[in-house]
T-cell receptor
């Protein structure tokens, strides 16, 4: 089974509107971390936001917030007030446990912001 | 602040030729280091990670190898490239149990 599933290959949003990018995960480890990265056309993976499995509150970083629903195993990214510069690929990733583990990445969602 | 460098930025190599990609990190000590590969239109796949000098763990068997000769240097190598080695190679660092931060990447095309 896929550890990270992103079901939206592409999304469009009007500038200044909010958009939600979906991510579901699969793990039996009680300790895990969830991450969102942005990959613009330049290719660099830019860290956006992190949610720990034991965090009680949803993570927020500026215009980014993570809608963490533990029982549903979902970790959707919400971008508020979209900007043209938000157009990029967005990847959800998960780290299982707390050791030197890799990140399991989803297949990504391409977000296009329309002026 | 910490920075991570990768070079070269792009590389075009013939099949059967050797490969050496370098990654260096500044501004931190004893980081965990990672090599990922991203095929076109796909997510990232972990190739190797290292928790210290000379300590390499391989996640996917292939004709690539990695070495960590210094604390903040991570090298990805191959003796003979295959067409399937083409892709975007990303190096990342972390200080456990924290976030992984990625370098700018190397785009490799094998012809």
């Amino acid at each position: 089974a896929q550890k990270i599933t992103q079901t939206q290959p592409g999304m469009f949003v009007q500038e200044k509107e909010a958009v939600t990018l979906d991510c579901t995960y699969d793990t039996s480890d009680p300790s895990y971390g969830l991450f969102w990265y942005k990959q613009p056309s330049s290719g660099e993976m830019i860290f956006l936001i992190y949610q720990g499995s034991y965090d009680q509150q949803n993570a927020t970083e500026g215009r980014y917030s993570l809608n963490f629903q533990k029982a549903r195993k979902s970790a959707n990214l919400v971008i508020s007030a979209s900007q043209l510069g938000d157009s990029a690929m967005y990847f959800c990733a998960m780290r299982e446990g707390t050791g030197a583990n890799n990140l399991f990445f989803g297949t990504g969602t391409r977000l296009t912001v329309i002026p | 602040s910490q920075t991570i460098h990768q070079w070269p930025a792009t590389l075009v190599q013939p099949v059967g030729s050797p490969l050496s990609l370098e990654c260096t990190v500044e501004g931190t000590s004893n980081p965990n280091l990672y090599w990922y590969r991203q095929a076109a239109g796909r997510g990232l796949q972990l190739l190797f990670y290292s928790v210290g000098i000379g300590q390499i763990s391989s996640e996917v068997p292939q004709n690539l190898s990695a070495s960590r000769p210094q604390d903040r240097q991570f090298i990805l190598s191959s003796k003979k490239l295959l067409l399937s080695d083409s892709g975007f190679y990303l190096c990342a660092w972390s200080v456990l149990p924290d976030t992984q931060y990625f370098g700018p990447g190397t785009r490799l095309t094998v012809l």
